[in-house]
């Protein structure tokens, strides 16, 4: 296997890779020591959403801490189930006209069943995302400790537990390192010895307490489902394929292949590698690894799979992890740690954050969490926001997957809703933060996955739509699936490639580089066709519509999703059409008739309607006070506002005030995820006040689990993610050609400093604000650079010097 998707691109590698970061990565002033930032714990996990995540983007642990079993879960980023699958419908393209005909005729529910029958997926469900297992280690005599402390160190990406039984001082430390791209686990006894056997235990569905997978289980989407994080006493039996063997004297070699799901058969084969080193005695026995009379013992841990590409399994896993393995045991502890360290710090400490005194918090994270409605507690919302950035920086790097629902971290084989990439916000909100948190790099996996689904989605486009151009709809997995899955209540949504789209222009925005804007540019464009293609005159005259689609998930009446133009159908391509167009003139594309088109098209989108509550109405005909579910969980016709900003407090106050009708319809509370999004859009229109209620909502105990997870429940990083973009954005917005400056600043936060902030146009920020007011501003960026600053509705231009600053102080 080639080391194409595993060797991660740094310096020289990663600017060829992805054009632009490395000029950021030179632009950006790397900051200082980061005070406070660490989730504390007085007691071991006992649960999944108790332990610790580290993780390089690739490979992740969850630590549990645990005295005298410790555990470490572990994921692979490319262990899904199933193969290289085409799932797209060959009755799709022949049903396409009558289903169109019966939406036009008002005849949804009939349209919905032919959708069922002819234009689903086949399967109509897809690939979920595995574990690779769990690491164990029984320990001989350790029993009840004191003076227990567990943490995880956001500055240095460690995670620790300490403590002491007897007269010994007991200490483990766990990291996942992207130099060496191994876990490495450190553990040490002081004043005495270590006596433990180590063993692999493959990763069984049970541990959810389902019997089997479900294809996506979109009907619970709207209740907020309890799940069972608790470990499972039931031991599967191991798979034929499974085989845990000997790999030298103190090596153990687990080599395993993937699950077959909806009658994809497994394709994948995976390794994990275990080393151990150290004083005492280490051997192997059987399938385990013995340690005795040890007082400092280093496990490294590799894992691979035979993944390439979407199309390709051909890889070696066990001469990856092979190679990554012995690479990394032939460092020092110490080099193996320095080196995680500064790599890791070369991105974090980018950016700081403090929101309130400078006195640290040392109460244990648990406890703030359960008290976090009930008492004021500034700094963790800041801690919140470190907590997305170490995640995302944890999740998704140059080289690896993107960032899945569950991020990199999952326990079983039958997650919730697979734990793949849905694209109808959850994957889009995994990246929300990705250019305001100064994480540039963190997009890449994304755009490497867009352009997959710009092959795959063009299949797509083709066979289903007689279309050019290419298409994802609201799910995608590992093989890059594009078809519509689950039902038409669901999937039968066109935008979701569209919407990925946003992310990647999102980059550019930020960071101007015309490199960067000719990659991407053909999956604008490819984008934009399939809908020139695709739209329809609406039935009653009102402008070229998508159909058939849906309002994400949303039903209009009961039991009917399907229609004609919604909403934010009609906001999503009004971007992508201006994008397409703006790189279109600035790359100077004589294509001038695609041009011409394109701009034709784009004004005959309907515009956004006021529904006679004074409400944004989500789709074309106000039906929006009728609709089944009042406070529906998503916001889709919001999207004009956040992450958009085509609705806007400057240019659009009209429809400003009727999106505020609808979020107050919709209600402040939430799943996870839908609590954050709502969080952003009062953030994006100046709220302030409600936004912080809101967020003290985001941070108490009903949606963030003890070790920050968000809760949907269950566990979705993306509420992770868009809480930390909303908690950014009201500091610092970047919108409409301006820089908007302490634009939501509730009451509760008087002072703090935000540094390192990224805006539109290459630009970054220091703030410092106390008594409510700004106090200093700084902006760096190119010598010369003019730039629209509004704080407290006063515009000012600021121009930047011959060293690419400029520094307001005020009073």
Not at 556 to 564: L, Q, R, S, Y
Not at 774 to 798: N, S
Request: hydrophobic fraction near 40%.
């Amino acid at each position: 296997m080639t080391t194409t998707r595993r060797s991660f691109m740094v310096s020289a590698g990663l600017a060829s890779a992805f054009p632009g970061l490395a000029r950021a990565a030179v632009q950006a002033t790397t900051r200082g020591r980061q005070e406070h930032l660490a989730l504390r714990y007085e007691q071991a996990a006992g649960t999944w959403v108790e332990a610790l995540p580290v993780g390089n983007g690739r490979i992740g642990a969850m630590c549990f801490g645990r005295i005298a079993q410790e555990r470490l879960q572990l994921n692979e980023d490319t262990l899904f189930a199933g193969g290289p699958y085409s799932p797209n419908n060959s009755a799709a393209l022949a049903a396409l006209p009558p289903v169109r005909a019966l939406v036009a005729s008002g005849h949804f529910a009939d349209a919905a069943e032919l959708i069922e029958r002819s234009m689903m997926g086949i399967p109509k469900t897809q690939m979920p995302y595995g574990a690779a297992g769990d690491l164990l280690l029984k320990f001989t005599g350790l029993g009840a400790a004191t003076a227990y402390r567990r943490w995880l160190d956001l500055d240095t990406a460690i995670c620790s537990t300490r403590f002491r039984h007897g007269k010994v001082q007991y200490k483990r430390e766990v990291f996942a390192s992207v130099p060496d791209q191994v876990i490495v686990m450190r553990l040490s006894a002081t004043g005495g010895m270590m006596n433990f056997d180590l063993t692999y235990r493959h990763p069984s569905d049970a541990i959810y307490g389902l019997s089997d997978y479900s294809g996506g289980n979109q009907a619970n989407r709207s209740a907020a489902v309890p799940w069972d994080y608790r470990e499972s006493s039931h031991t599967e039996k191991r798979p034929k394929s499974l085989s845990v063997r000997a790999d030298g004297e103190r090596a153990l070699l687990v080599e395993g292949s993937n699950i077959a799901v909806a009658g994809i058969p497994p394709a994948l084969r995976y390794a994990v590698g275990i080393r151990a080193d150290g004083d005492g005695t280490i051997v192997v026995r059987g399938d385990g690894i013995e340690v005795r009379g040890a007082s400092n013992v280093t496990l490294i841990i590799s894992a691979a799979t035979s993944y390439i590409k979407y199309d390709d399994v051909s890889g070696d896993p066990v001469g990856i992890a092979r190679k990554h393995g012995e690479a990394a045991a032939s460092k020092s502890y110490s080099r193996l740690r320095s080196d995680h360290v500064a790599a890791h710090q070369a991105l974090f400490r980018r950016l700081s954050l403090r929101i309130g005194p400078t006195v640290a918090d040392e109460r244990p994270t648990n406890q703030r969490i359960a008290e976090a409605e009930q008492h004021a507690d500034p700094s963790l919302a800041a801690l919140y926001v470190q907590y997305g950035r170490y995640l995302l920086l944890s999740s998704s790097r140059p080289g690896s997957q993107p960032a899945n629902l569950q991020g990199l971290w999952n326990e079983g084989n039958n997650p919730p809703w697979g734990s793949k990439y849905t694209i109808n916000i959850n994957t889009q909100m995994n990246y929300w933060p990705a250019e305001s948190a100064n994480l540039g790099e963190c997009v890449e996996p994304l755009l490497r996955m867009v352009e997959d689904l710009s092959v795959t989605g063009a299949i797509t486009a083709r066979q289903s739509y007689g279309a050019r151009g290419w298409v994802a709809h609201h799910n995608t997995d590992l093989w890059r699936a594009a078809a519509p899955i689950d039902g038409a209540l669901w999937g039968m949504w066109p935008c979701g490639g569209a919407w990925l789209c946003k992310a990647l222009w999102d980059h550019y925005d930020y960071l101007p580089d015309p490199a960067y804007l000719r990659r991407i540019y053909p999956l604008l464009k490819g984008a934009a066709l399939f809908f020139m293609d695709t739209m329809v005159e609406d039935a009653q005259g009102r402008g070229l519509v998508t159909s058939p689609s849906i309002s994400p998930e949303n039903e209009h009446h009961k039991g009917v999703a399907t229609c004609a133009g919604p909403a934010m159908d009609r906001q999503i391509i009004r971007d992508l059409f201006t994008w397409t167009l703006q790189a279109h003139q600035i790359l100077d594309d004589h294509d001038a008739a695609f041009a011409a088109d394109l701009r034709a098209i784009r004004a005959r989108v309907p515009a956004d309607r006021i529904g006679a509550q004074g409400q944004l109405q989500e789709w074309l005909d106000d039906w929006d006070a009728g609709a089944p579910e009042q406070q529906h969980r998503h916001v889709s016709h919001l999207y004009g506002v956040y992450p958009s900003e085509q609705i806007n407090v400057r240019d659009t106050p009209e429809l400003i005030a009727a999106a505020k009708v609808t979020l107050n319809t919709r209600g402040d509370k939430s799943t996870g995820w839908a609590t954050a999004w709502r969080l952003a859009l009062w953030t994006r229109m100046g709220e302030g006040e409600r936004a912080y209620t809101i967020l003290q909502g985001l941070l108490g105990p009903e949606r963030t689990y003890p070790n920050m997870f968000d809760a949907h429940p269950p566990f979705q990083i993306d509420g992770n993610f868009g809480g930390t973009a909303a908690i950014l954005e009201m500091l610092v917005q970047s919108w409409g050609g301006e820089i908007h400056v302490l634009a939501a600043l509730p009451k509760a936060w008087p002072e703090g400093a935000l540094h390192g902030v990224r805006a539109r146009g290459g630009v970054e920020l220091d703030v410092d604000w106390s008594r409510s007011k700004l106090k200093r501003l700084q902006l760096r960026g190119k010598a010369g650079q003019i730039i629209k600053v509004r704080y407290k509705q006063r515009l000012t231009e600021m121009t930047l010097d011959a060293h690419g600053k400029a520094t307001m102080t005020f009073n």
